[in-house]
């Protein structure tokens, strides 16, 4: 059975760091891309992060890029998100999401083209 699990969400107060991990079991994040969302209640889920295979091809959304790092273990099958400096609208549910992709380069920015997905990790920044 393919399945992510988040971790490492909680409390913070605003200026803090998290490192969000996503793990891979059934499956092996080699050959996925990776996406990390989040999602407040009544919005739509926000792309944060995403990569392909090629771990150094990623993308952010401006509102964390330059404190967001998105990495891949690939001996531990699993995914980062690295978040410093946050801030109170940082708060949401994180998910990570994986799919297979057309090319080792290729990255995906939204949800819908995404197949696999964890069950999320909240973060709430306190201010």
């Known amino acids: 059975e393919v399945q992510l699990a988040e971790s490492g969400g909680g409390l913070v107060q605003a200026g803090g760091s998290l490192r969000l991990s996503c793990a891979a079991s059934g499956f092996g994040l080699d050959d996925y891309a990776i996406g990390w969302f989040r999602q407040v209640p009544g919005k739509e889920r926000e792309r944060i992060s995403c990569?392909?295979?090629?771990?150094?091809?990623?993308a952010y959304v401006d509102s964390v890029k330059g404190r967001s790092t998105i990495s891949r273990d690939r001996s531990k099958n699993t995914v980062y998100l690295q978040m410093a400096s946050l801030k109170p609208e940082d708060t949401a549910v994180y998910y990570c999401?994986?799919?297979?992709?057309?090319?080792?380069?290729?990255?995906?920015?939204?949800?819908?083209?995404?197949?696999?997905w964890g069950q999320g990790t909240q973060v709430t920044v306190s201010s």
């Open positions: 990569m392909g295979i090629s771990d150094g091809n990623a």
């Open positions: 999401a994986a799919r297979v992709p057309y090319s080792p380069d290729y990255y995906y920015t939204y949800p819908s083209e995404y197949g696999d």
